[in-house]
């Protein structure tokens, strides 16, 4: 019955021009964004380069002025790169977020972290600004990327083939026939939307495997990427039979396939963006701007006993290494208390955005467009969880290396060339991503599945019109 | 004749299931978007308004400190909402919200809440403009999809015929209770937020209504032009969704892709390297062997006739920041200048893309009304530019004459409290509807030419059943 339904299907579609449009279109455009993707993971990594010689440049000055035997450079005398500030300042290293092998699929996404970041003690993670100049005009149209085009235009190229199953054959009076002949009204049906899922998984999967290809992802990125295509070109399938079993006529049809994308793809969606704004309404983000600056205010305001007693509580390895006076060292424990400040905002922010991500984690079982966006984002390295990796492994690294720079100035001793390359070394080059957990969202999709499935074999089947 | 047809049609719509449902649900989401966004838009107001407070007491609690100190102390910029964003927040959810104004640098806005939650961005928020713009216009073609063809299909448009009603009758009538229903959707969003609003500014608000009535009238004249052309009500259904999703859903995405595909922004760090490189050819305040900074000593030792500067009797420090300052600000206004331009070709992109979708020409003017679309933004950034020049340059002059030789002959400050306090915090000012929609004149061009051209299908779909009855 399916290999009837199959050649149905692609009679009907060859007969249709309309059908075939459709179909070019999403292929067509699947196409052009995966280039665009493409072009935007080489940017991506453009900018990482540039960085990373913008770094190697000011390394290779002070390594200049140590190979000469100076310690600065000629019109700027104040610069003296035996002190620990300065060599934090001319150590400064990157730490960048490295593309994923399937960033290109979701780069129209609004997750806009940043990407590279020179690491210094001064540096603010939080604040930290992403390696694209946006306009706001483009980035609040949604984008279009491999992503969008999945988890939208697909389920529009199944409504597109699909629109007349079940409505069809009532309105023609051609499934009594069916029962007559075969006995099974309900399997041909299901054998359609088969035949319609087997014609748009394979686009799909066209558009996976130029995706991956371009990108020259392995199969372990692949794999993932295709499971959550099928699972998701699935789930529609099941929502064409559920419509179909019920639906009158082609144009019932139409009208509750349409409303199922539109509840489905728009509604329940922008009922999650506008919580997200709810949520969002009341932070202007006290804690990283005047909170931030009082707090670096305050660490002047501090006794020598305060201050140390913080720094030791943080880095207790630096209790050995207490400079003789202790006022010697007050400059740099500042600095030390100001990274504590960081850390302890860092730590707020995620406790912030915790309400953010709880709605995020609610609102997957409410759509599978969303589950499969945020699987697909997750994936590609796009989503908030990255950006948040990033900023703690950034916040990491410079408390880190602001240890390093704290020690360096309470020996007292004049810092020399073996010291500056422990501090260039003392900061990772690539921040560690957590490892993309799709198996969950897969899951949620398999069970929309299941449960459509199931309901379209339970709804009572309709014969006729009537 | 004609209101009775509307009636009529009007009680086919809430007769029918699916109309009522469909209709209903509209009603409710109107109000539903204009409560939520209304009660979102009054906390955020709060909030920015406690943030600036915020701001003002650190800057005027602070002791007495240098002009430059403070110069570096800087101010937080808050941006407002504006009082029509719980209307239309336009583009707010991906701008910053903060700018830090400082001494020697201009800052990006930065701060953006809902990044978050970013992987719901991809989609639309369920605002009351949004509700207009996809949802009301949603309903009208669900609602009237069949309401010419069904007609047909069950033979009463031809007994409607002979009893004398005119086809150019029968379907003004039928496009007008279509359009009825969507004003009714913009009469209750627009009520809705009216009663919930503190603050309304109505020639705005009647503005927006003006427009989303505009679009409805498209719609509805589209939906009961197909669904006159069409045979089958499937067919309609299929052409007025596919209009709709195109519309509404992906051409927006689509336009936007190409502009940015088509005319690529710079990245971040090749822009700020342009900048700091032009910056580096002017003064840097802090470095005493720069040769321009030399020859501006020369300058000012020669205005006031002496030989050192320890004989001068204002600050130098504060002449050199203030040169130094003023040159940044070209640096600016050059590449900020381009930069902009650059945004703003972009944009005209999109523009373009409103001839050929009504919806986004409305989206856009819609922002543009509710003082949340691009220009606004780039007025919020220029305004802030503004402050922090003038915040600067009363910081750059306190510090250069905000001093007095000492017996000793050493300058001292007589910087008081009250000078910081005099320093009032930024207020931005929002641009005037004029202002904002002469930026979109081919929005406002292509909306025009799509209320002609709908019209015109609406009449000619009428002569042509006429032409079709005589046959």
Same mark, same amino acid.
């Given at each position: 019955?399916?290999?009837?339904?199959?050649?149905?299907?692609?009679?009907?579609?060859?007969?249709?021009?309309?059908?075939?449009?459709?179909?070019?279109?999403?292929?067509?455009?699947?196409?052009?964004?995966?280039?665009?993707?493409?072009?935007?993971?080489?940017?991506?990594?453009?900018?990482?380069?540039?960085?990373?010689?913008?770094?190697?440049?000011?390394?290779?000055?002070?390594?200049?002025?140590?190979?000469?035997?100076?310690?600065?450079?000629?019109?700027?005398?104040?610069?003296?790169?035996?002190?620990?500030?300065?060599?934090?300042?001319?150590?400064?290293?990157?730490?960048?977020?490295?593309?994923?092998?399937?960033?290109?699929?979701?780069?129209?996404?609004?997750?806009?972290?940043?990407?590279?970041?020179?690491?210094?003690?001064?540096?603010?993670?939080?604040?930290?600004?992403?390696?694209?100049?946006?306009?706001?005009?483009?980035?609040?149209?949604?984008?279009?990327?491999?992503?969008?085009?999945?988890?939208?235009?697909?389920?529009?190229?199944?409504?597109?083939?699909?629109?007349?199953?079940?409505?069809?054959?009532?309105?023609?009076?051609?499934?009594?026939?069916?029962?007559?002949?075969?006995?099974?009204?309900?399997?041909?049906?299901?054998?359609?939307?088969?035949?319609?899922?087997?014609?748009?998984?394979?686009?799909?999967?066209?558009?996976?495997?130029?995706?991956?290809?371009?990108?020259?992802?392995?199969?372990?990125?692949?794999?993932?990427?295709?499971?959550?295509?099928?699972?998701?070109?699935?789930?529609?399938?099941?929502?064409?039979?559920?419509?179909?079993?019920?639906?009158?006529?082609?144009?019932?049809?139409?009208?509750?396939?349409?409303?199922?994308?539109?509840?489905?793809?728009?509604?329940?969606?922008?009922?999650?963006?506008?919580?997200?704004?709810?949520?969002?309404?009341?932070?202007?983000?006290?804690?990283?701007?005047?909170?931030?600056?009082?707090?670096?205010?305050?660490?002047?305001?501090?006794?020598?006993?305060?201050?140390?007693?913080?720094?030791?509580?943080?880095?207790?390895?630096?209790?050995?290494?207490?400079?003789?006076?202790?006022?010697?060292?007050?400059?740099?424990?500042?600095?030390?208390?100001?990274?504590?400040?960081?850390?302890?905002?860092?730590?707020?922010?995620?406790?912030?955005?915790?309400?953010?991500?709880?709605?995020?984690?609610?609102?997957?079982?409410?759509?599978?467009?969303?589950?499969?966006?945020?699987?697909?984002?997750?994936?590609?390295?796009?989503?908030?969880?990255?950006?948040?990796?990033?900023?703690?492994?950034?916040?990491?690294?410079?408390?880190?290396?602001?240890?390093?720079?704290?020690?360096?100035?309470?020996?007292?001793?004049?810092?020399?060339?073996?010291?500056?390359?422990?501090?260039?070394?003392?900061?990772?080059?690539?921040?560690?991503?957590?490892?993309?957990?799709?198996?969950?969202?897969?899951?949620?999709?398999?069970?929309?599945?299941?449960?459509?499935?199931?309901?379209?074999?339970?709804?009572?089947?309709?014969?006729?019109?009537? | 004749?004609?209101?009775?047809?509307?009636?009529?049609?009007?009680?086919?719509?809430?007769?029918?299931?699916?109309?009522?449902?469909?209709?209903?649900?509209?009603?409710?989401?109107?109000?539903?978007?204009?409560?939520?966004?209304?009660?979102?838009?009054?906390?955020?107001?709060?909030?920015?308004?406690?943030?600036?407070?915020?701001?003002?007491?650190?800057?005027?609690?602070?002791?007495?400190?240098?002009?430059?100190?403070?110069?570096?102390?800087?101010?937080?910029?808050?941006?407002?909402?504006?009082?029509?964003?719980?209307?239309?927040?336009?583009?707010?959810?991906?701008?910053?919200?903060?700018?830090?104004?400082?001494?020697?640098?201009?800052?990006?806005?930065?701060?953006?809440?809902?990044?978050?939650?970013?992987?719901?961005?991809?989609?639309?928020?369920?605002?009351?403009?949004?509700?207009?713009?996809?949802?009301?216009?949603?309903?009208?073609?669900?609602?009237?999809?069949?309401?010419?063809?069904?007609?047909?299909?069950?033979?009463?448009?031809?007994?409607?015929?002979?009893?004398?009603?005119?086809?150019?009758?029968?379907?003004?009538?039928?496009? *007008? &209770?279509?359009?009825? +229903?969507?004003?009714?959707?913009? %009469?209750? /969003?627009?009520?809705?937020? @009216? #009663?919930?609003?503190? !603050?309304?500014?109505?020639?705005?608000?009647?503005?927006?209504?003006?427009?989303?009535?505009?679009?409805?009238?498209?719609?509805?004249?589209?939906?009961?032009?197909?669904?006159?052309?069409?045979?089958?009500?499937?067919?309609?259904?299929?052409?007025?969704?596919?209009?709709?999703?195109?519309?509404?859903?992906?051409?927006?995405?689509?336009?936007?892709?190409?502009?940015?595909?088509?005319?690529?922004?710079?990245?971040?760090?090749?822009?700020?390297?342009?900048?700091?490189?032009?910056?580096?050819?002017?003064?840097?305040?802090?470095?005493?062997?720069?040769?321009?900074?030399?020859?501006?000593?020369?300058?000012? *030792? &020669?205005?006031?006739? +002496?030989?050192?500067?320890?004989? %001068?009797? /204002?600050?130098?420090?504060? @002449? #050199?920041?203030?040169? !130094?300052?003023?040159?940044?600000?070209?640096?600016?206004?050059?590449?900020?200048?381009?930069?902009?331009?650059?945004?703003?070709?972009?944009?005209?992109?999109?523009?373009?893309?409103?001839?050929?979708?009504?919806?986004?020409?409305?989206?856009?003017?819609?922002?543009?009304?509710?003082?949340?679309?691009?220009?606004?933004?780039?007025?919020?950034?220029?305004?802030?530019?503004?402050?922090?020049?003038?915040?600067?340059?009363?910081?750059?002059?306190?510090?250069?004459?905000?001093?007095?030789?000492?017996?000793?002959?050493?300058?001292?400050?007589?910087?008081?409290?009250?000078?910081?306090?005099?320093?009032?915090?930024?207020?931005?000012?929002?641009?005037?509807?004029?202002?904002? %929609?002469?930026?979109?004149?081919?929005?406002?061009?292509?909306?025009?030419?799509?209320?002609?051209?709908?019209?015109?299908?609406?009449?000619?779909?009428?002569?042509?059943?006429?032409?079709?009855?005589?046959?």
């Amino acid at each position: 019955m399916i290999r009837i339904a199959l050649g149905l299907e692609l009679r009907n579609l060859a007969r249709s021009p309309l059908r075939v449009l459709v179909l070019a279109l999403v292929v067509a455009v699947g196409g052009v964004v995966t280039i665009q993707g493409q072009n935007d993971v080489d940017r991506w990594n453009r900018a990482i380069e540039e960085g990373v010689i913008a770094q190697n440049n000011a390394l290779a000055e002070a390594r200049a002025w140590f190979s000469e035997g100076e310690n600065r450079q000629q019109d700027r005398p104040w610069i003296d790169l035996r002190q620990a500030h300065w060599q934090d300042i001319f150590a400064a290293t990157r730490i960048v977020r490295a593309p994923e092998p399937l960033a290109g699929i979701a780069f129209a996404s609004a997750e806009a972290g940043a990407i590279t970041m020179r690491l210094n003690r001064f540096a603010d993670p939080l604040v930290a600004q992403g390696d694209k100049i946006e306009n706001p005009a483009l980035a609040a149209a949604g984008g279009l990327d491999l992503v969008t085009v999945l988890s939208l235009l697909i389920p529009l190229l199944v409504l597109a083939l699909g629109v007349e199953v079940g409505g069809y054959e009532r309105a023609s009076g051609l499934l009594p026939l069916v029962q007559v002949q075969t006995g099974r009204d309900r399997s041909w049906i299901w054998a359609r939307c088969f035949a319609i899922g087997l014609i748009v998984a394979t686009v799909a999967l066209v558009l996976c495997t130029l995706a991956t290809a371009a990108a020259g992802a392995g199969p372990q990125d692949a794999l993932p990427l295709y499971a959550l295509a099928l699972v998701y070109v699935g789930i529609w399938t099941a929502i064409l039979a559920v419509v179909g079993i019920v639906s009158r006529n082609p144009s019932h049809g139409a009208v509750g396939l349409g409303s199922a994308w539109i509840f489905l793809c728009v509604l329940v969606p922008s009922l999650g963006v506008e919580r997200s704004a709810a949520l969002a309404a009341d932070d202007f983000a006290l804690d990283l701007t005047i909170e931030a600056r009082d707090s670096r205010n305050d660490a002047y305001e501090m006794n020598e006993d305060e201050l140390y007693a913080l720094v030791y509580d943080r880095w207790p390895a630096l209790r050995d290494k207490e400079p003789r006076p202790r006022r010697a060292g007050i400059l740099h424990a500042r600095d030390g208390v100001r990274i504590v400040g960081l850390e302890s905002r860092l730590r707020q922010r995620v406790d912030q955005g915790q309400a953010h991500r709880q709605l995020v984690e609610s609102m997957l079982f409410a759509s599978p467009a969303l589950v499969f966006t945020h699987a697909l984002e997750r994936l590609a390295g796009r989503s908030p969880a990255s950006a948040q990796a990033f900023r703690e492994a950034a916040v990491d690294a410079v408390a880190n290396r602001t240890e390093l720079v704290i020690g360096a100035n309470w020996s007292q001793k004049a810092l020399g060339n073996d010291d500056f390359e422990t501090l260039v070394k003392s900061s990772p080059r690539v921040a560690p991503m957590p490892i993309a957990a799709w198996h969950k969202d897969l899951l949620v999709l398999v069970l929309w599945l299941l449960l459509l499935a199931g309901l379209a074999n339970l709804l009572p089947r309709r014969m006729s019109q009537s | 004749m004609i209101l009775t047809l509307v009636i009529n049609e009007w009680r086919a719509i809430l007769r029918d299931g699916r109309g009522r449902l469909v209709f209903g649900l509209g009603i409710l989401l109107a109000v539903t978007s204009t409560w939520t966004s209304s009660s979102t838009f009054a906390r955020q107001e709060r909030a920015q308004e406690a943030a600036v407070e915020a701001a003002r007491f650190a800057w005027e609690d602070r002791e007495v400190d240098s002009a430059h100190s403070r110069a570096h102390f800087g101010d937080y910029v808050f941006r407002p909402s504006g009082v029509m964003s719980a209307l239309d927040p336009g583009l707010q959810a991906v701008t910053g919200r903060i700018v830090f104004t400082e001494a020697h640098r201009q800052n990006d806005a930065i701060h953006r809440p809902q990044q978050a939650a970013a992987e719901l961005l991809r989609y639309n928020r369920l605002e009351p403009s949004n509700v207009l713009q996809i949802l009301a216009t949603l309903v009208i073609v669900l609602a009237g999809f069949g309401i010419v063809s069904s007609e047909r299909e069950s033979g009463r448009l031809r007994l409607l015929q002979v009893q004398g009603v005119r086809p150019r009758q029968l379907l003004l009538a039928k496009h *007008l &209770a279509l359009w009825t +229903v969507g004003v009714v959707l913009c %009469l209750v /969003v627009v009520g809705a937020n @009216l #009663i919930l609003a503190e !603050d309304v500014d109505m020639k705005r608000i009647g503005a927006f209504l003006g427009l989303h009535m505009t679009l409805m009238w498209v719609v509805a004249a589209l939906v009961t032009g197909v669904s006159a052309k069409v045979e089958r009500s499937g067919t309609a259904a299929a052409i007025l969704l596919s209009f709709w999703v195109g519309g509404a859903i992906v051409l927006p995405r689509l336009a936007a892709m190409s502009a940015g595909a088509l005319d690529p922004l710079p990245g971040r760090d090749v822009f700020q390297a342009a900048m700091q490189a032009d910056r580096e050819q002017g003064l840097d305040g802090h470095n005493p062997l720069d040769d321009r900074r030399k020859e501006l000593e020369q300058e000012i *030792l &020669a205005k006031y006739g +002496v030989e050192t500067r320890a004989e %001068l009797p /204002v600050s130098l420090g504060g @002449l #050199i920041m203030q040169a !130094d300052e003023e040159y940044g600000a070209k640096v600016w206004d050059k590449h900020f200048g381009e930069l902009e331009d650059h945004l703003r070709r972009q944009d005209h992109v999109v523009g373009n893309f409103s001839l050929i979708n009504p919806f986004q020409a409305t989206n856009r003017l819609s922002m543009a009304l509710a003082g949340t679309g691009l220009n606004s933004h780039l007025e919020f950034l220029r305004q802030t530019e503004h402050y922090r020049r003038e915040l600067v340059r009363r910081l750059n002059n306190e510090d250069a004459y905000g001093v007095a030789r000492n017996e000793e002959g050493r300058l001292e400050r007589t910087t008081t409290k009250d000078f910081y306090l005099s320093f009032n915090s930024f207020e931005y000012i929002p641009l005037r509807i004029n202002e904002m %929609l002469a930026k979109l004149r081919m929005d406002m061009l292509a909306l025009a030419l799509w209320v002609l051209g709908a019209t015109i299908y609406l009449t000619l779909t009428a002569r042509g059943m006429t032409t079709r009855n005589r046959s």
